[in-house]
């Protein structure tokens, strides 16, 4: 028969086996399992209330800045494809189809939406008609489904995948910018403050913007292989939109002009970021600001003093529970301590209290630090503030770890062969003078799969060196190099 605490722990390392390790965490921390169909995952409820959480968040801050949630179909009719094709192309080879209805074969296919410009716009050229009627800010929580080729990664990467799509119409190109930054602040914020993850800003460089697009935003964040994730993106559309869908309004001098449109979104790819960043060989590490658990309660016993033990456990997890904590006393008999010890750290409880005949005859309980195992003992009279304040030191150890490695991996070069070399070496962020020309983008590309994933968010910002890195002529901007999932 196999060991269960065998069963139980990580066996792939962080380090030397990411990817293999990413999986085995995912699925041993009861966060996803791989449906039957490649590509796809079944969320199971210990990840899904961590995105749960993140929405929470995010749903409050966007209904605190004016915006409404809607929903709209899933399907889309493709003469609507067909009129978003005028701005976006490159959906494609990714859109599923739907072609019969049980055994009738529908007049028009529909399409599983990819994302829902085609079928929101339509509804706001309806929607919008007077300059009274703007801003108008719609967002919906929903799924969106890309049929990918490429090798596909839990909540990275998957053919199905829940995000939020933000939508709006405004007066002008400065309000559109300004809801767009808006939404970036916003994105910022719920890496650095809920996610314990710094992140940088910047620009998508102009070949690698949403087509159709005047800007695209972007957060990027800095995984522990080197390798960057597309964090969130906020993008200003210009009126492209608004010409192809005729959202327009008609202002107080009764003259009618185009709208400016902004399209902002965030998926679950925060979810593989979040535990790429702070999980390790033991399991998941969790901030407590997502946790399903934030604080577990281990009493150990021994015969003779089991009910008192136990009854202070349980008095304890009860105050913690009134006071908002979300706790969990684990009493199983069937599971010595270490066992659960274990258990704990694979599913990322920030917290641990143990609590065993010395505790209760000292009048304490002992606190353990997810992330670095740091234990302290604290007067059981206090332990409820004390755990709330713990709960803040252990996100801050979070937070410094994480900011520790992105600080430490942005470097700079003057040159093709630097940049390969560095990102060959170190991976992280390589920033050097650019030129503005895509072509220069291939020669890095090629040989070691890195690419420009931003460019700073001034644009007049000096380029950090006088000259392209990669051909050598002006550099009008700085680029930022680096592999990404």
Not at 438 to 451: F, S, T
Request: aromatic fraction near 10%; proline fraction near 6%; charge should be negative.
């Amino acid at each position: 028969m196999s060991d269960p605490e065998q069963e139980l722990g990580i066996t792939e390392s962080k380090e030397h086996a990411t990817g293999d390790w990413y999986a085995e965490v995912v699925q041993k921390a009861e966060l996803a399992d791989y449906a039957p169909m490649g590509g796809f995952i079944v969320t199971r409820p210990r990840g899904y209330e961590v995105w749960e959480r993140l929405q929470s968040y995010l749903d409050g801050w966007f209904k605190d800045t004016g915006v409404r949630n809607a929903y709209f179909p899933m399907f889309i009719p493709e003469n609507y494809l067909e009129r978003e094709k005028e701005v976006v192309e490159g959906f494609d080879p990714e859109v599923a189809w739907v072609t019969h209805g049980g055994y009738d074969e529908l007049e028009e296919r529909l399409a599983v939406r990819p994302t829902s410009e085609s079928i929101i716009a339509p509804y706001m050229s309806q929607w919008v008609r007077s300059h009274r009627d703007l801003p108008l800010r719609l967002n919906q929580w929903c799924s969106v489904v890309r049929w990918e080729a490429t090798e596909t990664k839990p909540f990275f990467r998957t053919k199905e995948f829940l995000w939020q799509e933000g939508h709006t119409a405004h007066h002008d190109h400065e309000e559109a910018r300004q809801e767009t930054l808006l939404r970036l602040d916003q994105y910022e914020r719920l890496y650095e403050e809920v996610l314990a993850m710094p992140v940088l800003r910047g620009r998508k460089p102009p070949h690698d913007k949403f087509p159709g697009a005047h800007t695209t935003t972007t957060v990027e964040a800095l995984m522990p292989d080197g390798k960057s994730v597309q964090g969130a993106t906020s993008h200003n559309l210009g009126t492209s939109f608004a010409e192809a869908f005729d959202i327009e309004y008609v202002d107080e001098d009764e003259d009618t002009h185009l709208a400016h449109t902004c399209s902002w979104g965030v998926s679950w790819r925060a979810l593989g970021a979040l535990i790429m960043t702070h999980s390790d060989d033991q399991g998941l590490v969790l901030p407590p600001t997502v946790a399903p658990t934030q604080v577990v309660v281990v009493p150990i016993w021994g015969a003779e003093n089991k009910e008192s033990v136990v009854g202070y456990a349980t008095e304890l997890a009860e105050d913690l529970e009134a006071a908002g904590v979300r706790v969990k006393l684990d009493d199983r008999e069937n599971r010595n301590p270490g066992f659960k010890f274990n258990e704990w750290e694979l599913k990322g409880i920030p917290l641990r209290i143990e609590v065993g005949p010395n505790e209760v005859e000292d009048g304490e309980v002992t606190l353990v630090h997810r992330p670095d195992g740091e234990s302290l003992p604290v007067d059981r009279a206090g332990a409820v503030k004390a755990v709330e304040e713990h709960l803040d030191t252990v996100y801050g150890k979070l937070y410094a770890r994480a900011e520790e490695t992105l600080e430490g991996e942005i470097r700079e070069a003057e040159s093709r062969e630097e940049i390969l070399g560095t990102i060959g070496q170190h991976g992280g962020y390589v920033k050097c003078g650019w030129c503005g020309d895509p072509a220069c983008e291939e020669p890095i590309k090629e040989p070691v799969a890195a690419d420009i994933v931003m460019v700073p968010l001034d644009r007049d910002a000096e380029p950090i060196h006088d000259e392209c890195a990669i051909c050598g002529a002006d550099a009008g901007e700085t680029a930022y190099f680096a592999k990404s999932y």
